[in-house]
């Protein structure tokens, strides 16, 4: 997450900002950036800054993080490693992919429970073995082009990581079961933690996930309305993240009413806000001015052109 905090001074006065990542400029001024884990930067105010002076360089220096749906799932079949290492290229800031466990205790990245959809074979994927899981193509019905494409392994797929700041949001797609196979995988990358976040739906996933791997960022999923098509009430799902000591939520576009007073809300609680899956120009453009964190999308490339 990289964003911007900024207390006014009087006139006259230094302009403090306390920040991750690079400096933003303000009045045509290049800002000085500090070693340090908070960054602070100094500006010497020639001139009285206004309130909206100040909103409006708050609002430049957020950078919103674009995270590719699956990989660059417009593009390339989705969950593989094509599609991972094509979303890299293109310049995502992250990726998201789906896990499951297997019968074996191991791990498949697919987003559906069973293996249809993607692969045109139906394996039921927690009752399948690893092995079975990988063997079977899942391109070639996005393009011949990618017919080679396999269900690749989580170990596969974080293989394909970059050094440096870009990070996968792994996506747990079945219960808290799970856990000790991804503490085993995640563990040795610690030293990368900062390049890797966990998200879930299920509540017991993301605690167990959080309790189990405290250097990770953990973020709870929901959707606007709960399974029996009912608003989910937002007011409890912060409850419940903040008592699981999680770092944020991960929102679904739609049936949430995602306006200022809801990102205040989240804000509040001292939580990360993440948006899924914007996919319109347009959306993208109103969810950065309402200053979330990351952007989840089929097309990281046309989020990209969207904040330009």
């Not at 799970?178 to 933690?193: G, N």
């Not at 576009?253 to 120009?281: C, H, I, S």
Request: proline share 5%.
């Amino acid at each position: 997450m990289r964003v911007l905090r900024a207390a006014m001074q009087p006139p006259g006065g230094r302009l403090f900002t306390n920040m991750e990542g690079r400096a933003a400029a303000a009045h045509g001024n290049e800002l000085p950036e500090r070693d340090g884990p908070a960054c602070f930067v100094e500006v010497l105010m020639m001139k009285p800054i206004t309130a909206c002076t100040l909103l409006l360089a708050t609002m430049s220096a957020h950078a919103v993080e674009i995270i590719a749906h699956r990989g660059y799932s417009e593009r390339a079949p989705e969950n593989t490693l094509g599609a991972f290492n094509l979303a890299w290229k293109s310049g995502t800031d992250a990726c998201e992919l789906d896990v499951y466990l297997t019968a074996d205790g191991r791990t498949a990245v697919i987003h559906d429970k069973d293996t249809l959809r993607t692969t045109g074979e139906k394996l039921d994927v927690a009752k399948s073995v690893q092995a079975e899981l990988t063997a079977l193509g899942a391109g070639a019905w996005k393009g011949a082009e990618w017919a080679g494409e396999k269900i690749p392994t989580l170990e596969q797929a974080l293989a394909t990581l970059p050094a440096g700041s870009q990070r996968f949001f792994i996506e747990v797609k079945c219960g808290a079961e799970i856990v000790p196979e991804l503490k085993r995988i995640l563990e040795p990358m610690k030293d990368r933690a900062a390049q890797l976040a966990i998200i879930a739906f299920k509540r017991d996933a993301a605690a167990e996930s959080k309790k189990a791997m405290p250097w990770i960022k953990v973020y709870r999923l929901a959707s606007g309305k709960t399974k029996d098509k009912k608003p989910t009430d937002l007011a409890a799902l912060i409850a419940d993240t903040k008592a699981d000591k999680l770092d944020g939520l991960d929102l679904g576009v739609a049936d949430f009413p995602w306006d200022e007073a809801m990102v205040k809300q989240v804000r509040d609680a001292g939580f990360g806000l993440y948006v899924w899956t914007v996919n319109k120009p347009e959306d993208v453009k109103r969810f950065a001015r309402l200053g979330v964190d990351g952007i989840t999308t089929d097309d990281p490339v046309m989020v990209r052109e969207a904040l330009r």
